[in-house]
């Protein structure tokens, strides 16, 4: 009889331990039902994405944790993503990627979109979905404040000088380095803060990149002076890198339609807005970046 009702209290305890189990389980199961943004980013192409370590900005904002690691990410880029994400009831979740591998990543299922400042080209069309732009942006070339290269205003002036000209990997960028006749590939590199490194120390004479990044640069860096080129004499088919837009797998049209329409809703199609937000975000990355 006493062993039986050992038995019994045993069986009991077993029981409320498995409800407790089951309960906890139920309450992770809740917590974590938010469906989740997956953004893939650079995380280090200041003012549209940067890498930082502390979880707010200078005016208070909140940057978002990077996925697997101890910093934070923040930026223009990071600012519409969350935009995005809350008005669509959704968790942002930022994924680091390096430039040259972020679409394989994406395709891979490691994130689900990317948001990292890129330009819709005709080529990248073919492999990824795009939204409508959810950022308008200039281009221009960078120099040395005091170089050989600080006064020029078009193309034209460059011409067979021999000029040394850089930009970033796997960007739309590329082709445009060819406009310039008798001018030399120096090498391009994997960030823009490598190609502005490049030109002040020499390695290269002209970066061709975007004007917020450059204006960016030019806040720890006043050796650096932005050129933004007579639209008489500039580049030919600089268009596409204008056009910042989201990317999603190619054949993910149902999550690209879900941002769009987020976009369309929210106004997301208002210049004035878009630079009032790029203003913001370059005045709060860390000098670092």
């Not at 549209?48 to 208070?60: E, L």
């Not at 995005?84 to 930022?94: H, Q, S």
């Amino acid at each position: 009889m006493k062993k039986s009702r050992i038995v019994k209290r045993v069986a009991a305890a077993l029981a409320m331990v498995s409800a407790l189990s089951l309960f906890g389980c139920k309450e992770k199961k809740t917590a974590s039902s938010k469906p989740v943004l997956k953004v893939g980013m650079e995380c280090a192409y200041a003012p549209f994405n940067w890498t930082q370590t502390s979880n707010k900005t200078p005016d208070g904002t909140e940057a978002v944790p990077i996925f697997k690691e101890k910093y934070y990410a923040y930026g223009y880029d990071v600012a519409v993503a969350k935009m995005l994400a809350d008005y669509l009831g959704m968790e942002l979740e930022v994924h680091k990627s390096e430039w040259s591998s972020i679409g394989i990543s994406m395709d891979v299922g490691d994130y689900d979109c990317i948001i990292a400042g890129m330009g819709k080209t005709a080529e990248r069309e073919l492999a990824y979905s795009f939204t409508t732009p959810y950022y308008y942006r200039d281009n221009c070339i960078v120099v040395k404040a005091d170089g050989p290269y600080a006064g020029v205003k078009g193309l034209s002036e460059m011409a067979g000088s021999g000029v040394r000209l850089t930009t970033q990997l796997g960007t739309g960028w590329i082709p445009l380095l060819d406009q310039i006749p008798g001018a030399v590939k120096s090498g391009n590199f994997e960030t823009t803060s490598e190609c502005f490194m490049a030109v002040s120390n020499d390695v290269a004479d002209v970066a061709i990149v975007d004007l917020p990044t450059a204006q960016s640069a030019l806040m720890t860096n006043k050796g650096l002076k932005i050129i933004q080129l007579d639209k008489s004499d500039t580049f030919v088919g600089d268009g596409p890198m204008v056009n910042v837009c989201i990317a999603t797998r190619k054949n993910d049209t149902a999550l690209r339609d879900k941002l769009q329409k987020a976009m369309d809703e929210l106004g997301w199609n208002d210049k004035a807005k878009m630079d009032a937000l790029m203003e913001k975000a370059i005045t709060q990355q860390p000098a670092a970046n």
